[in-house]
């Protein structure tokens, strides 16, 4: 008899937010994380990152006896039903090749914990990987240190996420489709049973389908992002209304599908578009396929960063204000952040920086990309009346307020300048 219905391994905000809200339908979860500080964190009612909600979801689900946290992986992992694995995949600018260590060492474990159990597992993964990964190396590395089979004496699936970090409990409950990626009947069944209170379809479908549909759908959203970065960057070139132009787009809801990142605006960045459009890429390279387009959008995503660059350099500045380090509002991860590469880009130029974002204390120091120096974080104020121009990468009411009161110039990266648009619009009302 298992004591849990799902053992959850890997705590960041994928591992976490999947793990609170199967236990908030009332599953029982363990979760694991080999940082005990982090354990702690969440057996004190507190999660260790920033995310909408995530907090009293904490504290909710261990009032119901529903979840708790561990750093030991053996106990939880025989004892659970499903063994879901939610741990990191980073791809390398350099190469795109996910760096699947991480796997390896989880599969060890779960081979190791599952020798002796009589029941029969379904081993997970959630984390992004490549198509193949589960069958082919996940699934291999626990029967060789389970000396069990798979398919027999435990069994594999894929379940990936489609969690928007800022609104990651709302999509989990509220998605189009849960994905379900199964090698036999039984697996299938086992992973459905946790999403039993889930708005969307269910879309059962082979392991490997599975674990290329976040691929697919990360890689689409990039490409959205920069289609729309380029139309904004063609229609400031001739003097059209980059807000006008996506007005007549989105007004189509049938053919243009959706209006979700299709808003002219800054580069993404974050722990999922860039890196799986560099694992599609190199995906393609191992099966001889060429992408133009989809290699064409990391070098785009980055001319968005180079193009907000020169229009504070247009400034002439000694010292730059940041405002809003993470990649996105909201949230407190820097992974791929493009605010960290403008600081970057500034500092290569000879320009000062200082930062302030609302998740991170006066006086830490943020590793910058690509360099050695660090970001140092100030107070707000500090901020404003240290640097002689200004740029907002969050479209947060404390930065907006900053940008209608403060005498400096301020460059908000958030949304292309539309100053040519309303010129034209003021000098239209006068002459009418």
Request: glycine share 8%; hydrophobic share 40%.
């Amino acid at each position: 008899m298992t004591k849990y219905d799902v053992c959850m391994l890997g705590m960041g905000p994928v591992g976490t937010v999947s793990g609170l809200c199967f236990a908030k339908q009332g599953f029982q979860v363990i979760g694991v994380d080999i940082n005990p500080e982090r354990v702690a964190s969440f057996n004190e009612g507190r999660a260790p990152f920033a995310e909408p909600g995530v907090n009293d979801l904490v504290q909710e689900t261990l009032k119901m006896g529903t979840f708790r946290a561990t750093a030991d992986a053996k106990d939880a992992i025989s004892n659970a039903r499903v063994v879901m694995i939610a741990v990191g995949t980073p791809t390398p600018e350099e190469t795109g090749e996910p760096d699947l260590s991480q796997l390896d060492a989880v599969a060890k474990t779960i081979g190791e914990s599952i020798r002796d159990v009589k029941h029969i597992p379904v081993i997970v993964v959630r984390s992004t990987v490549p198509p193949g990964t589960m069958r082919n190396r996940i699934a291999k590395i626990v029967a060789e240190h389970s000396g069990k089979k798979a398919g027999q004496e435990f069994n594999i699936g894929s379940n990936p996420e489609f969690l928007r970090e800022g609104r990651a409990i709302k999509d989990f409950f509220h998605t189009g489709r849960v994905v379900i990626g199964a090698d036999s009947p039984h697996a299938a069944s086992e992973i459905e049973r946790l999403y039993k209170d889930v708005e969307g379809k269910r879309v059962v479908v082979s392991v490997e389908s599975a674990e290329f549909a976040k691929y697919v759908d990360n890689t689409w959203h990039a490409i959205k992002v920069t289609f729309a970065n380029e139309i904004g960057r063609v229609c400031q070139a001739f003097g059209g209304t980059p807000e006008e132009t996506t007005r007549i787009f989105l007004a189509d809801d049938q053919l243009n599908i959706s209006p979700y990142y299709l808003r002219p605006g800054f580069a993404f960045g974050g722990s999922c578009l860039p890196k799986d459009t560099r694992g599609i890429l190199a995906l393609a390279r191992k099966n001889g396929a060429s992408l133009p387009m989809i290699a064409g959008v990391l070098p785009s995503n980055e001319e968005q960063i180079d193009q907000g660059v020169a229009r504070i350099m247009q400034h002439k500045p000694k010292k730059v204000a940041i405002l809003g380090a993470a990649f996105k509002e909201h949230v407190d991860d820097l992974r791929e952040s493009p605010a960290l590469m403008v600081a970057t880009k500034l500092l290569e130029k000879g320009v000062e920086v200082v930062g302030h974002d609302p998740f991170y204390a006066v006086g830490e120091e943020l590793a910058l990309p690509r360099t050695d120096k660090k970001l140092k974080i100030v107070s707000l104020d500090e901020a404003v009346q240290q640097a002689d121009a200004i740029a907002q990468l969050h479209n947060i009411e404390p930065y907006n307020n900053v940008a209608r009161t403060t005498a400096k110039p301020v460059e908000n990266l958030t949304t292309l300048p539309v100053a040519d648009a309303h010129e034209a619009r003021a000098t239209k009302a006068a002459a009418s």
